[in-house]
Every structure is written in C-alpha cells, then in structure tokens.
C-alpha cells in the first residue's frame, strides 16, 4: 500500500478476480473520501446498482452486499440505526466492562501459562473477543460456539456465491432468528434486547435487527482479534515497547499507536460513488467502487513524520476506525479491551517470543482485513497476583 501512496494517492486499480475499483491511499485524501456523502455505502443509491460489483457477487463483499445495517446504510436509515446502539456502545458503557475484560485475560492467561506455550489467535485474542462481544450483546453460551464458527467462515469466504457458502449463511441466519426469538421472550441488560424493544417500537425493522445484531458480532470478534494480535507481534518486534504497557498513562497512547501502525482493516469499507468527484489530482467517476487505504493513510509521511516508528507521543489522528457519521461505533470497546489484553500480556509474560521467525506467519483476508492465521508464542510466566502460579 506505500508504494501504491508513493505512485499517486488516488488511483484505479484492478483487484483480484478483476474488478476495477479506485483506490485512496493519500493521507489527506482519505480525509476527504472518508467526509464525503456521495461515497455511498448503501450501494442500492446507484443509478443501477448491480452495477457496483460488476454484476457479480466479490470476496468481502458481504457487509456491502447483504442485509440492512449500519455498513451499508446512509443518511437518516443509519442515523436511525446508530441512535438505537449509541448509548450502549458509548466510553461510558464500554468502561463498565473493564473488570470483565481483566478477568477474562487473567482466565485466558492462566492456561497458556499452565501450557508454557500457545497461539495468540486461537488462545487469546479470539476467545477474549468472542466471550466479550457475546456477553455485551447478551448471546447465551449455548449456541455461541457454532455462531463463531459460522461467522468466521463466512466473513472469510473466497467466493461468496458457492452452495457451501450459502448453506452457512442459511445455517448462520437461522441461529440468529432463533437467539433473537429467545431473547423476545427473555429480556435482559443487553444490546440484542435493546434492538428487540427498538423493533417492538417501529424504529428498527426485523430484516435490520437480524443484520445488526450479526454485523455487530461479526465486527466485535474479528477486528479485535486482529488488532490484539497484530499490536502484540509489534511490541515483540520493539523490545522496548514491553515495558510500556505495563505504565498505565502510557498504554493507551501506545494503543493509538499501535492502531494507526496495525489498523486491522487494510482498507474501509465499500464506496460508491454517487457522482463525479474530485480528489486530489484525478475525478473520480460516477458509480465506481472506491476503497480507501487505511494502511496507507495512517503511514503518510505528510500527515506522519518517519510513520514506521513506533512513537506513542504523536497527538492521534489515524484513520483506524474511520471517520465523520461512519466512526466505529464499538470504539470505545475495542480500545479498552485491546489495552488490557496487551498490558496484561506483557505484564504477565514479559520474556513473550515467536516460536517461529516472524516471516512465517501467515495473514487472512483479502482486502477489508488482514489478520494473522496464527501467532504461535512461548512464555515464562511472571506469577500473577492470587494465582500462585
């Protein structure tokens, strides 16, 4: 993404599988591209919408392509949907659930130090992620493990229109419907029941609650996931780092940094633009799929002095989680909870190292995220407090 920024910061491009989109990769471009209301995310504006994907089904197309829901949405339908979840998702609320984001680390902690050694996806970061955003969308045990299997596989999927694919969404809806229709007759404390009483009330429709509720799953265990682990393969890279998230006036700083270094999403969500627009030197032209590079925005060099270090000290600005009326909802909770899993990791585990070189790890993930496979690790553990290990 640099070299495509160094080349021209807003270009067309051809994307795997062939379809021509117009790439952002300039860090004041992207400003623009991210404010702009004719970079439409409800690609059914379109004068001709089945022209946004070229008539066909993409990789990673799922958020834009299917359901009704605050990615795909625009104007006052996401403004009405927002409303519903502000409260919910606010710094306020996403504080509150602290002390069960640092027992869960522990919890998760005290087995891979039991073990000596682990994988940061599938031992940490995943499980932290997937027991927290359950818990504050009040998804019962249950049925959670096949939904996370459900979910991962097709967000993932290559090709979004084979039969395997749609006997997992199926599959995926159905279990919803069902944790939904239980939650209908179970209220609780929890968001799904908010979305429930918003439906009950006209201001959300069934159609919206079922895709809120799983793109708000899906975007609590799969971003985090990544930001975790990318953000703990970083300070392992920068020995000097380690310390640093043990100091608690530190560690959110360095948690910004680590955003705008590692954002999980190597580029936002889809665009469509609505008319001619200018950006930059080139116009980009009605109806073209528009991508805007995160990546490449947060390491603009104008925006960034020497934007590959690690300076905890910068004032913010990174384009991690968007920005304007499309910010990240979930902020606030992913930034909590990325804080505490990475202090209590090192904190508890300060001699953390690879078990491979780190050219051998592996990412997923075509274009929107870009997450480790695996990040196998050994520890020697520092005794936690109470534990007596």
């Not at 994307?15 to 209301?37: F, K, M, N, Y």
């Not at 919890?107 to 932290?128: E, I, K, N, S």
């Not at 270094?261 to 469509?272: E, K, M, N």
């Not at 606030?332 to 090192?346: E, I, M, S």
């Amino acid at each position: 993404m640099t070299a495509l920024r160094e080349r021209a910061p807003v270009q067309q491009v051809v994307l795997p599988g062939g379809l021509i989109a117009w790439l952002v990769t300039g860090g004041s471009q992207a400003r623009e591209a991210l404010a702009d209301p004719r970079l439409a995310y409800d690609m059914r504006r379109l004068a001709d919408p089945r022209h946004g994907f070229g008539g066909r089904r993409y990789p990673d197309d799922l958020f834009a392509a299917e359901g009704r829901h605050l990615l795909n949405s625009d104007g006052s339908d996401h403004r009405r949907l927002r409303s519903v979840l502000a409260p919910l998702l606010s710094k306020a609320a996403a504080q509150r659930w602290r002390p069960y984001v640092e027992a869960t680390c522990t919890a998760l902690l005290d087995a891979m130090a039991v073990a000596g050694q682990g994988d940061l996806v599938t031992g940490y970061a995943r499980p932290l992620a997937v027991r927290l955003t359950a818990a504050v969308l009040g998804i019962p045990a249950g049925p959670l493990p096949r939904l996370t299997e459900l979910t991962l596989a097709v967000i993932g999927a290559g090709d979004p229109e084979t039969p395997a694919v749609g006997r997992r969404k199926a599959e995926l809806f159905g279990l919803w419907a069902r944790i939904i229709g239980a939650k209908a007759r179970e209220p609780a404390d929890d968001v799904l029941t908010r979305l429930v009483l918003a439906r009950e009330e006209g201001h959300v429709t069934a159609e919206e609650l079922l895709s809120v509720a799983w793109g708000l799953f899906s975007g609590g265990i799969s971003p985090t996931t990544t930001l975790i682990t990318s953000g703990a393969v970083e300070i392992m890279r920068n020995p000097g780092l380690r310390g640093d998230m043990g100091e608690e006036d530190i560690a959110g700083q360095l948690t910004e940094e680590l955003l705008r270094l590692v954002s999980p999403f190597l580029v936002s969500t889809w665009r469509f633009a609505l008319d001619d627009i200018p950006l930059g030197p080139t116009v980009i032209p009605q109806g073209s799929v528009v991508l805007i590079a995160l990546n490449a925005a947060n390491r603009d060099p104008a925006h960034f002095p020497h934007p590959d270090a690690v300076d905890h000290h910068r004032s913010g600005g990174h384009l991690s989680f968007g920005l304007g009326a499309h910010y990240c909802p979930g902020a606030p909770l992913a930034r909590l909870q990325a804080t505490a899993a990475l202090t209590a990791l090192f904190t508890r585990f300060p001699s953390l190292r690879l078990t491979v070189p780190e050219t051998a790890l592996r990412r997923k993930g075509l274009l929107v995220e870009h997450g480790y496979q695996s990040v196998p690790v050994h520890m020697r553990s520092t005794p936690a407090v109470g534990t007596g290990t």
